[in-house]
């Protein structure tokens, strides 16, 4: 069955314990239109009025919202896993980058398969497909780390849980796969055990051939790039550099040399030395 067609509830409001029998696909395609209204106005609220959070509060009592991961009985009880789960980017987390440009670089992970703005338009949700669904947390857990270590940080108390929920929303921009491969992990990550202050440690054997090829192959990319492709762009060079373990000079001048970058440098250089860092270690 494609995930499209998972059965998940839906509920009229989030005071609603019964819900609906729906498929994912009919949620995210076609059932927000029953609160466009409401979304339209939850986006037009002033975020610095001093009403803002009872408007909003007051707006989204009375949108739809569903559980992606699961088929409820009473809100709790788990009648069919959909192998779904949510990622939730929260505006307060998000704020300092390009919105567009994060969902796109998100979109590309393998086992997403579906990006879109949030209820209130300030952030957005992604959601991924899991082999085992009934390892829900520890995927979930697995993929925030993943995220954190290409600093790109997401609300965790969201997607852990098979009862948690979304409110329904509306995206003009949707990014949607028909076909996706689930993420499979085969060893999730464990407590590393603290060794003894003395003990000695080998250090990891790396190719000392010449890297400049690579090196001058991903500076371009960055030299080229362009608003809408910048966080991606910074995420691949860097790791793979890391991965050869040279080259973050490289791509920390290339960032400042770009005026796709200007007044916007320190946050992308952060972005290249974290997931330069990330390649050296091989986290995926």
């Known amino acids: 069955m494609k995930w499209q067609q998972q059965q998940v509830s839906l509920y009229s409001s989030h005071g609603d314990r019964t819900g609906e029998v729906v498929p994912i696909g009919e949620v995210l395609r076609s059932r927000f239109a029953e609160n466009i209204s409401d979304i339209v106005a939850l986006r037009s609220l002033d975020n610095d009025a001093p009403d803002y959070q009872q408007r909003k509060r007051d707006i989204k009592s009375r949108l739809q919202c569903f559980a992606p991961s699961a088929l409820l009985a009473d809100r709790k009880d788990v009648l069919s896993y959909s192998g779904i789960i949510q990622i939730d980017f929260d505006a307060v987390d998000i704020q300092d980058y390009d919105i567009d440009e994060l969902k796109a670089a998100v979109f590309t992970l393998p086992f997403v398969c579906f990006v879109?703005?949030?209820?209130?338009?300030?952030?957005?949700?992604?959601?991924?497909?899991?082999?085992?669904?009934?390892?829900?947390?520890?995927?979930?857990?697995h993929i925030f780390d993943v995220l954190q270590?290409?600093?790109?940080?997401?609300?965790?108390?969201?997607?852990?849980?098979?009862?948690?929920?979304?409110?329904?929303?509306?995206?003009s921009n949707m990014d949607w796969k028909d076909e996706v491969e689930p993420l499979r992990v085969?060893?999730?990550?464990?407590?590393?055990?603290?060794?003894?202050?003395?003990h000695a440690v080998a250090s990891p054997r790396r190719f000392n051939g010449n890297h400049s090829g690579l090196i001058?192959?991903?500076?371009?990319?960055?030299?080229?790039?362009?608003?809408?492709?910048?966080?991606?762009t910074i995420q691949q060079a860097a790791y793979t550099l890391g991965g050869v373990n040279t080259g973050l000079d490289a791509i920390q001048q290339a960032i400042q040399q770009n005026p796709a970058f200007h007044g916007e440098e320190n946050k992308y250089l952060k972005c290249a030395a974290d997931c330069y860092a990330a390649g050296v270690q091989k986290p995926l």
Do not use: M
């Open 116 to 141: 879109s703005l949030s209820c209130s338009g300030c952030g957005f949700y992604a959601l991924a497909l899991i082999a085992e669904p009934e390892r829900q947390k520890e995927y979930a857990l």
């Open 149 to 171: 270590t290409y600093s790109i940080s997401c609300d965790r108390s969201k997607g852990r849980n098979y009862n948690d929920l979304r409110y329904v929303s509306y995206d």
């Open 186 to 198: 085969t060893h999730f990550k464990t407590n590393t055990a603290t060794l003894p202050a003395n």
């Open 216 to 232: 001058n192959q991903q500076v371009q990319k960055i030299l080229s790039a362009q608003i809408g492709q910048r966080w991606l």
